[in-house]
């Protein structure tokens, strides 16, 4: 056989029916994936609701771990160093005390709230109240002041507000949350 003799066979007519029933089912088929598969029924939009409430819970839980502020904002630890546990980091613990007028009474006497942690460690480092590292810490001659590292407030276990020296990642290398104003 050659190409030549090659001939198709002349189209067959199908029934008006059968050609009716076929278009119908093509249609119905069609029309019927056009909605994704979590919106043709009740369960599909259970299970994505379920899904966006798991993400939603967990972004707020993470914020919640991430950021937490400072319960006690009577004073903040001014840590040496970033490390939390450790004999070697000198920790220096900064309260503003209240003004107090010539003949006040001792019941008018206490603490401020300490509302910016980081700027108070940081009047303590010019100060020379806290010193890099294991180094002891040194007074600054008057009218000088010291170096002030880059400071992140932290809040610790106990809820007080730590200062770190280092980058704002200190907190989460540390296991602590930010502590937040």
């Known amino acids: 056989m050659t190409d030549d003799d090659f001939h198709l066979p002349p189209p067959r007519t199908m029934p008006r029916e059968r050609r009716d029933a076929l278009r119908t089912a093509?249609?119905?088929?069609v029309s019927g994936t056009s909605r994704p598969w979590w919106r043709r029924t009740w369960k599909g939009a259970a299970v994505g609701g379920s899904a966006f409430a798991m993400v939603l819970a967990g972004g707020v839980a993470t914020a919640y771990v991430a950021f937490k502020p400072p319960s006690d904002t009577s004073s903040v630890l001014c840590y040496s160093a970033p490390k939390v546990e450790s004999a070697r980091v000198d920790v220096t613990r900064v309260a503003v005390a209240r003004k107090m007028p010539a003949g006040s009474t001792a019941s008018a006497s206490g603490t401020v709230a300490i509302h910016d942690p980081v700027a108070?460690?940081?009047q303590a480092w010019r100060n020379g109240l806290v010193s890099a590292g294991d180094q002891s810490p040194?007074?600054?001659?008057?009218?000088?002041t010291a170096r002030v590292p880059l400071l992140v407030a932290c809040t610790l276990?106990?809820?007080v507000a730590g200062v770190f020296p280092g980058p704002p990642s200190t907190c989460e290398r540390l296991g602590l949350p930010r502590a937040t104003r």
Do not use: N, S, W
Not at 26 to 29: F, G
Not at 138 to 144: E, M
């Open 138 to 144: 040194t007074p600054v001659a008057p009218g000088r």
């Open 157 to 159: 276990d106990k809820g």
């Open 26 to 29: 093509l249609v119905a088929e």
């Open 120 to 122: 108070a460690c940081g």
